[in-house]
C-alpha cells in the first residue's frame, strides 16, 4: 500500500501519465462528461466528497501551470470562487463562459466526478513540470 499522496488508483494512474500542458477535470455531480473522456465517478452522496476535498487531494499530487474556470462562478458560487483564488495563487488562472468549459473538456485527458451539488464548482487543470 502507498505511504502517502494519491490513493485512488485510477487517480494515481492519470496523474502520473500526464505530461506538460495536459488537462484533467474536476466536475460537480451535474456536469455533462463526454462520452469520449476517461470518467473517475467519486460521487457517494450528494455532496460528498466535496469539490474542495477533491481539488486538494489531486493538487497536493499534481503541478498545475494553468486553472480554467466558468466564468459565471463569479457570480453563482462566490465561495468556491474564493477557494479557487486562494488554493491556486501560483497557477495562471483564467475564464471562460460554462459553454466554452464544456466544450474544452473535449480536449481532457480524463473528468473525475465529485458528489459537489453547488453551481459551477468544476474546473479544468492544466499539468506543468518538476522542474
Known sequence: M???GML??????VLTDLGHTDLIVIADAGLPIPDHVQRIDLALTLGVPSFKD???AVT???VVE????????KEKNEET???MTERFTKADMSEVSHEEFKQLMNNAKAVIRTGEVTP???????AGVIF
Open 2 to 4: 502507498k505511504r502517502h
Open 8 to 13: 485512488n488508483s485510477h487517480i494515481s494512474k
Open 54 to 56: 477533491v481539488v486538494n
Open 60 to 62: 497536493d499530487d499534481m
Open 66 to 73: 494553468k486553472v480554467i474556470i466558468a466564468s459565471e462562478m
Open 81 to 83: 470562487m474564493q477557494y
Open 120 to 126: 459551477y464548482a468544476n474546473c479544468l487543470l492544466q
